[in-house]
């Protein structure tokens, strides 16, 4: 199994992000390894209704930057991966982009930074384990994965390697 052998791995993972290029092939996975997955998405709908792994997912719309969405998914859960992450935010001046090297195809608007985007609703992910581990948690562990496209650069993406090699300012390629 993915998250380890023992009677106490996790049966339930939630992956915050499932319906973009990582998030999907996360879920798809984890489906393969016989996991119940719950995948989280603004849209709540499956990337690619014709995958049989895909199907067996449990699909919900959920804003992963409201803190009270996320510790009830992250409550009916036994792990979490968290895979939302932008590829291009408005501050790089590269959003419309998004369209054709995300693999959900978003476009963010204009409170979409990497900050508030991706490491906010990790942080959100953060503060809702710890909630739920609490003082009176009989768990020691709650096994949460953090997965990132971001900084990989776009080589199995259509058009990818012209982004990467004409589009992307250097600072993003760093």
Known sequence: AAFGNSANAPKKVAVFGGTGYVGSAV?????????DVTAISRRGTNPKPNDTNLNQVKWVKGDATDPSTV???VNENDAV????GLLFDVDSGLTNLNKIVSGSGSLPDEKSTYDNITRKT???VCDAIE???GPFSKKEKFPLCFVSAAE???PDVAGGSFVENTLAPDWLKQ
Do not use: D, P, S, T
């Not at 879920?27 to 996991?35: A, D, N, S, T, V």
């Not at 991966?81 to 939302?84: G, Y």
């Open 71 to 73: 510790k009830k998914i």
């Open 152 to 154: 990989a650069g776009w």
């Open 122 to 124: 990790m942080f959100n």
């Open 27 to 35: 879920c798809e996975r984890l489906i393969q390894k016989g996991y």
């Open 131 to 133: 909630a739920k581990m």
């Open 81 to 84: 991966v968290h895979a939302i």
